[in-house]
Antibody, heavy 121, light 108 residues
Framework: EVLLVQSGAEVKKPGAAVKISCKVS????????IHWVRQAPGKGLEWMGL????????IETEKFQNRVYMTADTSTDTAYMEVTGLTSDDTAIYYC???????????????WGQGTTVTVS | EIVMTQSPATLSLSPGERATLSCRAS??????LAWYQQKPGQAPRLLIY???TRATGIPARFSGSGSGTDFTLTISSLQSADFAVYYC??????????FGQGTKLELK
């Protein structure tokens, strides 16, 4: 069974950083991008970026460059996303996701983590 | 940056009716478009990718069409489980691979 299991909920102060993990199982980690998507309370989905676990290459939305860092640890099949300089606008559910129907797909994610709630207050 | 605009924001229908949801891209995305369904408290679920291909396990009553800038998700005969929020996402060459703002499909 393919699973993406994320770390638990976090409460952070403004200005702090948070690091969320996404441990995968059931497929070859290095073959598929890990995407990160967030959803503020009552709002829509926002694509943040992706990491290629094989070589660590990342693509981030411009608004998150220099504030969001995506990494992958191939020894533990775990992806991480760190968000720094938190503000109340970063309060959201953060999802990791991947597209297993092919290799290195940029969208159409068919497997999602359960989400990690981050509250900045 | 490509902006995705979904319409309508809310669609009120009854079970058995046909639902037509629209998604428009601000620039040509070819057929690099996906549709997702999201229910309260759940992660999104992929319905359609490459504009018209149903994902694994998705019932045949869901269909997608379109290319370029205009796309449609059709649910041929609504079932109670289909009332949810639907998002489109483009994944053409350049990031961000943006989502639309969503269409809420609600029970009339």
């Amino acid at each position: 069974e393919v699973l993406l299991v994320q770390s638990g909920a976090e409460v952070k102060k403004p200005g702090a950083a948070v690091k969320i993990s996404c441990k995968v199982s059931g497929y070859t980690f290095i073959d598929h991008y890990i995407h990160w998507v967030r959803q503020a309370p009552g709002k829509g989905l926002e694509w943040m970026g992706l990491v290629h676990p094989e070589d660590g290459e990342t693509i981030e939305t411009e608004k998150f460059q220099n504030r969001v860092y995506m990494t992958a640890d191939t020894s533990t099949d775990t992806a991480y996303m760190e968000v720094t300089g938190l503000t109340s606008d970063d309060t959201a559910i953060y999802y990791c996701a991947t597209a297993l129907r092919g290799m290195r797909l940029l969208g159409g994610m068919d497997v999602w983590g359960q989400g990690t709630t981050v509250t900045v207050s | 940056e490509i902006v995705m605009t979904q319409s309508p924001a809310t669609l009120s229908l009854s079970p058995g009716e046909r639902a037509t949801l629209s998604c428009r891209a601000s620039d040509n995305v070819g057929t690099n478009l996906a549709w997702y369904q999201q229910k309260p408290g759940q992660a999104p679920r992929l319905l359609i990718y490459d504009a018209s291909t149903r994902a694994t396990g998705i019932p045949a009553r869901f269909s997608g069409s379109g290319s370029g800038t205009d796309f449609t998700l059709t649910i041929s005969s609504l079932q109670s489980a289909d009332f949810a929020v639907y998002y489109c996402q483009q994944y053409n060459a350049w990031p961000p691979y943006s989502f639309g703002q969503g269409t809420k499909l609600e029970l009339k």
